[in-house]
C-alpha cells in the first residue's frame, strides 16, 4: 500500500521548512529531503535577508531597488506585495527562534549590499544561513504532524501519465498526485501519495563547473515539473555572484559575501587597481550582474584567473565581529584578510528561473506549488537583488501555505497509481559514465552559457548537450535508479532550459548577456543609471 500524506513537501531549505510550519495545524505533513535534515543553500546563505524595518528605509524605496536590479522583467505587482509583507515575515522567523544580530542600542544592525540605497539586511554574523536552518529544523521537529524523511530522493511527481494517459505541454488539467521517491539507504523507490505537494528543491548552480551551491543544487524539482509538462521559465536568468574564494581544486566555491563590498571591500585587478568605477558610478556596490560581467571582462583583458577584494580598511574588531566564518576560512588556506587581499572570481550562485508560479505559489500543475530558488515568481526580473531570495520563500510559503489549507479541503487522494516500474533495468555497470559525463557538462555551460554569450557559444552548447542528453536518456531507460543517475538527468534537462531560453531572447538585459545583442547592456557604460 502507497504511504498518504496530506501535504507532501520535497525539500528542507527555508521554503520547504517555512511552509511546513504554517500548514502542519491543518493536515499530516511528510517532508523528503535527498541528503541531510540541513544540508541546502539556505544553510550556506551569509549576507542575510533584505526587509524595511525602520525609516529612512521604506518600501518604495526597496521596491525601487528590487525594479532597477531586475532591469525591466519584474513583475512589479508581485514586487510591492513581496516588499510589503517583507517586516511580517522577518517577524514570523524571530517568532520561530532566529536570531539577527543588534547594534548597542538594541536596533538590527542592518547591513547593505550591491544594488540597495539602504541598509536593510537582517543578518546574523556571515553566517544568516545556518542560522536560520538551525532555527527553523528546531521547530520543526517539535511538531507533531509534521514528519521528515531524510536520504528520501524525490525521482518524479506523480501526474496523469502514470495512469497511462497521454500528458502534453497543451493539455490544462494536469493534476500531481504525489511522488515516487527513492529511500536512498535501501535503494528502494516508495510511492508517496498526497493531496497537496510542495516543490522547495532549490536551486542548480552544479549545472555549472564554479558554484557557490553545493552538491544537492541539482535543479531536481525544475527538471521534474518541466517533464511532468509544467510550465518552467526566464532559465536563462543565472546569476553569478562577483566573489567566491579563488581556490582550484575546492568544490563548491566558497562565498565571499556582498555585505564585504557594504562594509567598505573594494575589487582591484591583480596590480592593486580599483577598476569598478570604470563600469559604474556605484563601484564596488553596483548591482551583481554589472560586478560580475566587469570582473569577467578585466580578467578576459588581464589573462589572469582572478582579481582581488581588499578588506584591508575594516579595522581588525569589525572584521572579527561581523565576518568570522569568512576570516577562519581565509586564515586556513594561508589569506589573513586583514592584512591580505582575497583572490576572487565569479561563480553560478542563483537560478533566477524556474517553475512559474502564481501570488499563490501554485504552479500550472493542479495541486502542485513550488516556493523557494526553485520556483519564478517575477519578483527577480532578470536579475535578482542580492538578499531577496531568503525573503522570497518567507513570503511565498506564507501565501502558499494560506491557499492550501483551503484547497486541500476539495481534494481526494488518487487512489490507483501503480508501483514505480523498474522493469528490465540493472544496476550500473560503470559509475564513470556518469560522473565524467556531469564534469563534461559543467564544462560546456561554464565555457560556452557564462557570464557572456554569443549565438555560436549557444549554439555550441546545445550541440554538445544533446549529445550527454541521448548518451544518459539510453542508460536511463536500462538501469536502476539511483541519485547520481537521476541528478545527472535533472541537471542536462536544466541545462538544456537555459540554452534553450537564452537562444530565445534576443537582446543583452539583466543576467543574460550576449555578445550579439549588445545593445540594452553595455558593457562599459552602464554608469548613467
Ligand atoms: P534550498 O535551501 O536549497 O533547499 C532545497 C532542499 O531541497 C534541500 O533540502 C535539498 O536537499 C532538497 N532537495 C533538492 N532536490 C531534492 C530531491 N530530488 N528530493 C528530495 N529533496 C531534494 N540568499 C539571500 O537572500 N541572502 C543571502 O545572504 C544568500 N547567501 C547565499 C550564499 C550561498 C553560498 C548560497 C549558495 C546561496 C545564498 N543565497 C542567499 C541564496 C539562498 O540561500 C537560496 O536561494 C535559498 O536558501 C533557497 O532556499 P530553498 O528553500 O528554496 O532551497
Ligand atoms: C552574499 O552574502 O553576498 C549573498 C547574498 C545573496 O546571494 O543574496
Redesign the pocket.
Known amino acids: 500500500m502507497p504511504r498518504k500524506t496530506d501535504f507532501l513537501i ?8 517555512s511552509y511546513a510550519l504554517k500548514v502542519a495545524d491543518f493536515g499530516k505533513v511528510l517532508m ?4 541531510n535534515e540541513d ?12 526587509a524595511v524595518m525602520h525609516s529612512p528605509d521604506s518600501y518604495e524605496k526597496h521596491i525601487k531597488d528590487t525594479l532597477i536590479a531586475g532591469a525591466g522583467l519584474c513583475d512589479e505587482e508581485v514586487v510591492r506585495m513581496v516588499v510589503s509583507e517583507s517586516t511580517l515575515g522577518i517577524k514570523e522567523l524571530i517568532e520561530w527562534g532566529v536570531e539577527f544580530d543588534k547594534n548597542e542600542k538594541g536596533k538590527f544592525d542592518l547591513a547593505k549590499e550591491g544594488g540597495h540605497s539602504e541598509h536593510r539586511i537582517l ?1 546574523h554574523k556571515d553566517i ?2 545556518f542560522e536560520i536552518e538551525r532555527a527553523l529544523l528546531q521547530k520543526v521537529r517539535t511538531h507533531k504532524n509534521i514528519e521528515i524523511l531524510p536520504h ?4 518524479e511527481i506523480i501526474t496523469q501519465h502514470h495512469l497511462g494517459e497521454e500528458v502534453t505541454r497543451r493539455r490544462n488539467d494536469i493534476q500531481c498526485f504525489g511522488a515516487y ?1 527513492l529511500d536512498t539507504k535501501i535503494g528502494k523507490v516508495e510511492t508517496l501519495l498526497s493531496k497537496i505537494t510542495l516543490m ?4 542548480a ?1 552544479q549545472v555549472y563547473a564554479t558554484t ?3 552538491t ?3 535543479g ?2 525544475i527538471a ?1 515539473v518541466y517533464r511532468a509538462k509544467g510550465i518552467v521559465e526566464n532559465m536563462e536568468f543565472m546569476q553569478f ?1 562577483p566573489t567566491s574564494l579563488y581556490l582550484p581544486g575546492e568544490s ?1 566555491s566558497f ?1 565571499i ?1 556582498e555585505a564585504m563590498r557594504g562594509h567598505g571591500a573594494v575589487l582591484r585587478n591583480r596590480q592593486g587597481n580599483e577598476f569598478m568605477h570604470k563600469y559604474d558610478k556605484r563601484a564596488s556596490l553596483a548591482p551583481r550582474d554589472i560586478v560580475a560581467r566587469a570582473i569577467d571582462n578585466e580578467m578576459k583583458l588581464s589573462g589572469d584567473d582572478f582579481v582581488y577584494l581588499d578588506c584591508t580598511k575594516i579595522s581588525k574588531e569589525e572584521i572579527l565581529k561581523h565576518f568570522p566564518n569568512i576570516y577562519a576560512k581565509c586564515l586556513s588556506v594561508g589569506i589573513d584578510i586583514t592584512h591580505d587581499y582575497i583572490p576572487v572570481v565569479p561563480a553560478a ?2 537560478l533566477c528561473g524556474g517553475i512559474k508560479v502564481n501570488m499563490n505559489g501554485q504552479s500550472s500543475i493542479d495541486n502542485l506549488y513550488a ?4 520556483s519564478s515568481t517575477g519578483l527577480h526580473g532578470a536579475n535578482r537583488l ?6 522570497e ?1 518567507v513570503v511565498y510559503a506564507n501565501r502558499a501555505a494560506k491557499h492550501a489549507v483551503e484547497k486541500i479541503k476539495q481534494i481526494r487522494y488518487c487512489e490507483n497509481i501503480p508501483d514505480w516500474n523498474d522493469e528490465g533495468t540493472a544496476a550500473p555497470e560503470e559509475m564513470i559514465l556518469i560522473t565524467q559525463t556531469r564534469k563534461e557538462l559543467q564544462q560546456i555551460m561554464s565555457a560556452y552559457v557564462g557570464i557572456v554569450r554569443s549565438d555560436i557559444r549557444l549554439k555550441r552548447a546545445f550541440d554538445r548537450v544533446k549529445i550527454l542528453y541521448e548518451e544518459t536518456e539510453t542508460l536511463y531507460k536500462k538501469t536502476t535508479v539511483s541519485v547520481k543517475l ?1 541528478e545527472i538527468r ?1 541537471l542536462i534537462n536544466v541545462a538544456y532550459m537555459i540554452i534553450k531560453m537564452a537562444m530565445q531572447r534576443k537582446e543583452s538585459v539583466g543576467l543574460h548577456y550576449s555578445l550579439d545583442y549588445p545593445s540594452k547592456n553595455k558593457l562599459l557604460t552602464d554608469k548613467e543609471e
Do not use: R
Not at 32 to 35: L, P
Not at 39 to 50: L, P
Open positions: 520535497i525539500g528542507s531549505g527555508i521554503a520547504g521548512l523528503i529531503t535527498k541528503a544540508e541546502s543553500n539556505t544553510k550556506y546563505a551569509q549576507g542575510g535577508i533584505a543578518h544568516t544561513g528520501h530522493f524525490a525521482v521517491v522547495a528543491t532549490g536551486g548552480g557557490t551551491n553545493p544537492i543544487a541539482t531536481d524539482g521534474m555572484h563548491p562565498l559575501t550562485h542563483y516556493v523557494g530558488e526553485c542580492a538578499s531577496n531570495s531568503l525573503l520563500a537521476c535533472n
